[in-house]
């Protein structure tokens, strides 16, 4: 890749199926493109349109509804993070977020807290759906499903290209990864006012798959000191690796950060991004990768102020701390001050 970047390169999933020269040149471009820039866009991915559409349309109607419909949702009444988050209610780095969500995970019984037990086991839990809008439910799964073939597809793929078998990752992820789907609205603010819809920070699992409402931009990526652009591309995703792929390759992929900034006064936002994590109670594998590869491995970034941990539980529960305060503080405060 060039030192003066100008936008994320494109890869196209569907080469994996043209035979043993396009699966070996997609490959090489994800390993590249991964290693260099931590942000690609993803063509070929085989989600249908339809699909796409329907989430961004669902995305409409929950944030058309009343502020009560989703008041009843609220995150804070959750003590397992799920629901909706009125604007300004997150934050990232200390700083609040200008945008409005819902956050899903998988459908699952809350476990009992017991003493001594590990503080992630707190995420896991059930959702919290709008009564007022029955069929976000059926909208969320099937955009689920099909997210989850491309996303273990492409963890398949990152494995082949570092020299590994293709499954080495997936006795972390099970039957049920810890998931997690937000539908996000970014309102439109003055020019003059602060421009942060989401703070600079880097994503704390493996991989996001990101869908953004057509002809919209505002996504920028870290790049040599730059921020570069990166708008919606039609019909693909924005991928991008977190720090448990940068932990597990020692470095040689990085988790990049990210940021999110304001739409104009009188316009909006929509995008759909979906975390593939490995179960909570799960730690990616270290590899061990080809010399050629292991030269380049760099090591896992140092940050005192944020910790990588090895168990993908303390790593979701070190961000979720962080971001939503106010759950934290009703429903978790023995754990604010030993997250993992």
Known sequence: MPSHLESLPVLDLSQLDQGDQGADDFLRGLRRATHEIGFFYLVGHGVPQSVMDDVIGAAHELFALPEADKGAIAMTRSAHFRGFTRVGGERTQGTVDWREQIDIGPERAALPIRPGSPGWE????????????????AVVERWETSLAQVARRLLHAWARSL????????????????TLMKIVRYPGRAQQSAPQGV????????????YVEPGKGGLQVEHDGEWIDAPAMPGAFVVNIGELLEYATGGYLRATVHRVVSPPEGSERISAPYFFNPALDSQMPILTLPNELAAQAVGVTQDPRNPIFATYGANALKSRLRAHPDVAAIHHADLVDRPA
């Open 163 to 178: 020299g590994q078998s293709e499954t080495v990752f997936d006795s972390a992820f099970g039957d049920v990864p810890a």
């Open 199 to 210: 703070g600079a920070h880097k994503d704390s699992g493996v991989l996001t798959l990101l």
């Open 122 to 137: 707190r995420l896991q839990g059930p959702n919290q759906w709008p009564a007022a809008l029955p069929g976000l439910r």
